[in-house]
């Protein structure tokens, strides 16, 4: 399984990004997708998570300014980034838990897992 993510780059204050991100694999079922960011210096903080019934959850600085959507029949998920801060600058990473068959060393298992993508950065100059 990969999460390949893409859409990041420099931008203005006030301007806008969209990011994406595309699991691939042997996937059963995706039960979130969900995208991270991490500044330099600081923790890796939740940014947005959408459940497969569609449940959304924003982090309160992003909120009203970002929305995160999903394609679940391409296993894709977006983040539309409007309004963007100079303390939005991060790298941003999708997240996916899921449902897919893993090898142990001898056999297959069927679990799920937390699954990261590589990172793509934003830089917001003010």
């Known amino acids: 399984v990969q999460l390949q993510a893409s859409g990041g780059g420099l931008v203005q204050a006030g301007g806008s990004l969209r990011l994406s991100c595309e699991a691939s694999?042997?996937?059963?079922?995706?039960?979130?997708m969900g995208w991270y960011r991490q500044a330099p210096g600081k923790a890796r903080e939740l940014v947005a998570r959408?459940?497969?019934?569609?449940?959304?959850t924003y982090s309160d600085s992003v909120n009203g300014r970002f929305t995160i959507s999903r394609d679940s029949a391409k296993n894709r998920v977006y983040l539309q980034m409007n309004s963007l801060k100079p303390g939005d600058t991060a790298v941003y990473y999708c997240?996916?838990?899921?449902?897919?068959?893993?090898?142990?060393?001898?056999?297959?298992?069927?679990?799920?897992?937390?699954?990261w993508g590589q990172g793509t950065q934003v830089t917001v100059s003010s």
């Open positions: 694999g042997r996937i059963l079922n995706i039960n979130h």
């Open positions: 959408i459940e497969s019934n569609s449940t959304l």
């Open positions: 997240n996916a838990l899921l449902v897919a068959p893993h090898f142990t060393g001898t056999h297959y298992e069927i679990g799920a897992d937390i699954y």
